[in-house]
T-cell receptor
Framework: EAGVAQSPRYKIIEKRQSVAFWCNPI?????LYWYQQILGQGPKLLIQ????????DSQLPKDRFSAERLKGVDSTLKIQPAKLEDSAVYLC??????????????FGSGTRLTVV | AQKVTQAQTEISVVEKEDVTLDCVYE???????LFWYKQPPSGELVFLIR????DEQNEISGRYSWNFQKSTSSFNFTITASQVVDSAVYFC????WGRGNKLVFGAGTILRVKS
């Protein structure tokens, strides 16, 4: 089975610019997560979708971050305007049914964002 | 509230040594899942194991073993006869069944295995 696809793999932008990341989860996976991993830290959940509805966005900085999951499949995470502290790896993960399966969660390779 | 603590920031060992990575968690739920992930320098998160809160049996997979103790809220990970390829960042994570099942990660432990 194909894994979780993310693009781009790397992105360098200047502060105050905007950027978008794309995620294609595993086919049939209803739940999709976006995590932010700052260097030296563990991943932190930004937003969780169940199909195309938001389950948890309590840690999403909504003044600059937005995310959508149209038709309950692909998802896009946007930052506008970017700040230096947004430099991080953005990981997308999906699961068929939360907690189910041998691993439960499948992660993509991530997008490494550098804001200069 | 969910919380995962990995007190060891970095561990260095020499090849063939055994090493244990500690993980302590906090949760109010009775149904939850615990995970270990490996993150090599390439950056991807590699799943190692998942345990549910009702299964306290220890598990062994090759050189890897896990010790789950609910009494101390710990889920420790041991690598026997470490190898250079084990060098990576290891994350412990917790998922509560009744709270959206989001994964909450610890800060990670950097393992350096020297030849």
């Amino acid at each position: 089975e194909a894994g979780v696809a993310q693009s781009p793999r790397y992105k360098i932008i200047e502060k105050r610019q905007s950027v978008a990341f794309w995620c294609n989860p595993i086919s049939g996976h209803a739940t999709l997560y976006w995590y932010q991993q700052i260097l030296g830290q563990g991943p932190k959940l930004l937003i969780q979708f169940q199909n195309n509805g938001v389950v948890d966005d309590s840690q999403l900085p909504k003044d600059r971050f937005s995310a959508e999951r149209l038709k309950g499949v692909d998802s896009t995470l946007k930052i506008q305007p970017a700040k230096l502290e947004d430099s991080a790896v953005y990981l997308c993960a999906s699961t068929y049914s939360p907690g189910q399966g041998s691993s439960g969660y499948t992660f993509g390779s991530g997008t490494r964002l550098t804001v200069v | 509230a969910q919380k995962v603590t990995q007190a060891q920031t970095e561990i260095s060992v020499v090849e063939k040594e055994d090493v244990t990575l500690d993980c302590v968690y906090e949760t109010r739920d009775t149904t939850y899942y615990l995970f270990w992930y490996k993150q090599p320098p390439s950056g991807e998160l590699v799943f190692l194991i998942r345990r549910n809160s009702f299964d306290e049996q220890n598990e062994i997979s090759g050189r890897y073993s896990w010790n789950f103790q609910k009494s101390t809220s710990s889920f420790n990970f041991t690598i026997t006869a470490s190898q250079v390829v084990d060098s990576a960042v290891y994350f412990c994570a917790l998922s509560e069944w009744g709270r959206g099942n989001k994964l909450v990660f610890g800060a990670g432990t950097i393992l350096r295995v020297k030849s």
